[in-house]
Each structure stands twice: as C-alpha cells, then as structure tokens.
C-alpha cells in the first residue's frame, strides 16, 4: 500500500511544479487605456458663446488629454491641443466658423496616444444668447446742460423689453424719475431739473428694463448749470419797457438807425456795426466793447442811456450776462 502511495504524490508534486513554471512564463497583458465622455450630453443645446464644462473619465491614460471638436465624425478643429487629465474643461462654445447647427461632438483622447480615445455623443450647436443691455450716448460725459433746457437722451439696447424707466441720480443715489415708463425706441426729451438737488457736477441719468431692473446703465457724469439768458425772455422786456418808444429806438425815425422792438431788435444788434459809437452794437461775448453795454452804463465817455433816467442795476446786469455769454437768440 504504501509502495504505490508514494510513486503518485511525486507524479502529482511534479505536475505542480511544472505548471507553476508554465504559468510563471506566461507574459501578463497591461489593462488597456480607456475613456469616457459624460459632458455635453448627446442631444443638449449649446448657445455660442456660452461656458460649458466638458467632463470625462479615464482609466491607464496619462496625464494630458487632447480635446478635438467634430461635426458628422470630421474633425473641425483643435479645442485645446494639451491640457490636464482631470477630468473637465471650462469650454467657451464655438462651431469653429461652421456655423451652428447639428451633429457635433466633442472627442476627448491621451495626448500622448491618439488612439487611446473616445467620441462623445452629438449635441447641437445654437445662436449666441442675447444678454439683456443698454448704452447710454446721450448726456455725454463732461457736458453741462441748462437748468431747464431740452435734453435730448438717447441710448441704445439689446434683448430689452419694449419700455423702459428712466432716473436722474446723482453719484448713484436716485434723485428723482423721469419717466417710470417711456418707449424703449432710444430717444427720450427731458426738461432738464435737477430736482431740488441744487446745481453742480456728479448728475448721471439711469436707464432701466421695466421688466428686469437688473437689466440698466448709467450715462456718463454731466453737470447742470444756472441757464442762460434769454433774448425773448429777459432782454427784449427791458427794451419794450425803456427804449423802443416812439421818441427813441423804434418807427418812424429810429435813433442812430436802431429799432429795439421786438422782432427786429435781435437782427440790427448783434455784430452789426453802430452807426453811432466805435465798434459793434454787440460783440458777442464782449460787453465791455459793445456799444450798447457802453451806452446803458455810461462807459467809455459816452452819454448813457436811456435818456431821461438810467436801467436799473439788474437790467443792466442781464444785458452784460447776456453779451458775455454770447449774445444768444433764445
């Protein structure tokens, strides 16, 4: 019994051995490199433009991708040649000047091993989205504009509904509306106020979506300022009053061939030499060499007028104010 025991163990022990040795032998195959596209989904739609995560998985790859874009299996061009295995991209959406559309595809590969790679599934490329916005050209930065003066505001806009609001701030704190709904067609007439603000610097008018509050801009700062005087308004009152009478500067024999009243007046004063004095009736921007600064003061040896009784100091100081700002027909 035990005579044939032993003959069988050793044939057994030396079968072992033996297919240990073989299997010792065998080369042992690596695990193969391979990846996985998770992002963009196939069938999402993609705005130009728009920020998307591309996103994957791998396995056996190295440490650097290549990102290639594909549209019906072509290559169109390079995403990006070289960047970290991590497993996602920050990609800014773009058909690579093909236009948008369907069928594209993004392939994600080893950027050392072309052929360790995989293709994702199709999505669609879409128009940019249109952000909503508006750019304020008018009021201009650094104008000043008259206290009570038509302002023309203009603007322009994108993706804004079709009203709009418009405010006068000063720095950002809003004074006051100027209009809660106005048409969005980027023009607007404004009677210039500054709303119990008090004149100065540091105005800026907001323009807002009446939907989307969120949607607005700003102008430029401007400055609103004391107005001008007016011809119409605070001059030719003061020539009605004093000097174009019968006797004087008005029909049929006007003095020094000067008619004051109104609807002449303006036309025989400015830049029109005086028949009378040296130099211009009115030198626009000049009083102290004007004629008639000269005559309703009495300056440079010359008789003040009006004859029989002098304006009073604020009359005169409107004519000056109105020369020195020059002389204007308003």
């Known amino acids: 019994m035990r005579t044939r025991l032993i003959p069988t163990l050793l044939i057994a022990a030396c079968a072992l051995f033996i297919a240990s040795c073989t299997d010792q032998g065998e080369p042992v195959a690596p695990a193969p490199c391979v990846f996985d596209l998770t992002d963009p989904a196939g069938g999402s739609e993609l705005p130009t433009a728009s920020s998307v995560l591309i996103r994957w998985t791998s396995a056996e790859a190295g440490d650097s991708v290549a990102l290639e874009l594909h549209q019906d299996s072509a290559k169109l061009c390079d995403i990006a040649q070289r960047t970290e295995n991590d497993g996602e991209y920050l990609w800014t959406v773009s058909s690579c000047e093909t236009g948008v559309g369907e069928g ?6 080893d950027a050392d091993d072309p052929s360790c790679g995989t293709t994702g599934d199709d999505f669609t490329i879409a128009a940019e989205i249109e952000t909503c916005g508006f750019a304020i050209t008018q009021p201009a930065a650094g104008g000043d504009f008259s206290l009570g003066a038509i302002l023309e505001i203009n603007w322009s806009s994108t993706a804004a509904s079709s009203t709009v609001l418009l405010e006068l701030h000063r720095g950002r704190a809003k004074l006051c509306d100027i209009a809660v709904v106005a048409l969005n067609d980027g023009v607007f007439d404004w009677a210039v106020d500054d709303c119990g603000a008090g004149l100065g610097e540091g105005f ?20 609103i300022i004391t107005p001008p005087t007016s011809f119409a308004n ?12 019968e006797a004087c500067h008005s029909v049929p024999f006007p003095a020094c061939g000067l008619d004051l009243s109104a609807g002449l007046s303006y036309s025989q004063l400015v830049e029109i030499a005086a028949q009378c004095d040296p130099g211009l009736r009115v030198d626009p921007g ?14 440079g040896g010359v008789s003040q007028m009006p004859l029989g009784g002098s304006l009073g100091p604020q009359d005169i100081e409107k004519i000056r104010v109105w020369i020195a700002e020059g002389a204007l027909d308003n």
């Open 104 to 109: 594209f595809s993004i392939r994600v590969a």
């Open 204 to 223: 800026m008018i907001r323009v807002a979506d009446t939907e989307d509050a969120s949607c607005e801009s700003f102008s430029e700062p401007f400055g």
């Open 234 to 245: 605070d001059i030719q009152p003061i020539f009605n009053g004093s000097c174009a009478t």
């Open 286 to 299: 000049e009083p102290t060499t004007s004629a008639l600064y000269n005559r309703v003061t009495g300056s």
